[in-house]
């Protein structure tokens, strides 16, 4: 490669000078300054009118440029996706296919009580989606245990086939394996019960810290649960958890809210007026989608 000497002209020569003056110039006036400054020092702490410690920092004040901003950091929202019944892991799958350009950037917490459907579908998903957090809890508003009732008939399946449509499992397909497996023992499908943890959904779902700047999915079907779940959120003047939703995916039981004496004294048009309470809440109208079945 051939190099190019520049060309300088009268004018580049003449600024020589000027620029060698600057040079030696800043420096030898901070040394004046810096030199006043510590006679200053001395002399004060002779006469004792001031600490060694406040003359100091009066020095650092004069030399150093004090700065009235606070350096500010900024964190990338969040996308968040939970799913309150799980089943396998159909719906998960669905939402990742309609954000499969930022798949990777969600984090998803599947809740699915039912010990069965863990043995044949979501300890696979587990492995080949090693970043989904996966609870193997009933939602409620308490901690404990309670019975779950697994969907009459299919209590002692040992194979996915005995399912129905043989157990596939497929957003497109609306008979789920773990079908109407339920917490409320009044549901036509409630069959023998299992022992199961019951975690307090709203309680848990404080510690993710969402706030207005999060994307923030929230998919709920679980045979009647939601009712006391939703009602709670909706009432809970300190919690804000359901107004910072940008999506709500729910499917309501009234056959359950009707048939369960638990439920069916308070809940029988909780699904209608839903949206309304929401809007009363949030002051905003709710972004609802029905999940039929």
């Not at 810096?34 to 004069?62: C, F, P, Q």
């Not at 508003?141 to 309670?146: A, T, V, W």
């Not at 999060?214 to 809970?236: C, H, N, P, R, W």
Request: contains cysteine.
């Amino acid at each position: 490669m051939r190099v190019t000497p520049r060309n300088f002209t009268k004018n580049s020569i003449s600024s020589i000078p000027l620029t060698l003056a600057r040079l030696v110039v800043g420096p030898l006036f901070f040394l004046v300054v810096l030199h006043y400054e510590v006679n200053r020092v001395v002399e004060s702490i002779k006469d004792g009118s001031t600490s060694t410690t406040s003359v100091a920092n009066k020095i650092v004040e004069d030399l150093i440029p004090v700065t009235t901003s606070v350096p500010t950091t900024t964190t990338k929202p969040r996308k968040v996706y939970v799913d309150l019944g799980a089943n396998c892991g159909d719906t998960y799958d669905l939402h990742m296919q309609v954000h499969k350009d930022d798949a990777d950037e969600w984090e998803a917490y599947l809740w699915e009580p039912n010990p069965q459907i863990h043995h044949f579908y979501l300890n696979d998903l587990k492995k080949s989606h090693p970043n989904v957090n996966i609870f193997p809890h009933a939602a409620s508003i308490e901690d404990g245990e309670m019975e779950l009732y697994i969907h009459k008939g299919f209590e002692d399946v040992t194979d996915k086939s005995q399912w129905i449509r043989e157990g596939k499992c497929s957003a497109s397909n609306p008979a789920k394996p773990s079908a109407g497996t339920t917490l409320f023992r009044g549901s036509g499908a409630a069959g023998k019960p299992v022992t199961v943890k019951v975690v307090n959904f709203p309680k848990w779902l404080k510690t993710l810290n969402l706030n207005e700047h999060d994307k923030f999915v929230l998919k709920i079907d679980i045979e009647g649960a939601e009712y006391e779940i939703l009602d709670q959120m909706l009432s809970d003047k300190d919690d804000n958890n359901l107004c910072l939703t940008d999506l709500m995916q729910v499917e309501f039981h009234p056959g359950i809210a009707k048939a369960d004496d638990s439920l069916k004294s308070k809940y029988t048009t909780f699904d209608t007026d839903f949206p309304s309470l929401f809007k009363q809440k949030c002051g905003r109208d709710v972004n609802l989608e029905l999940i039929a079945r």
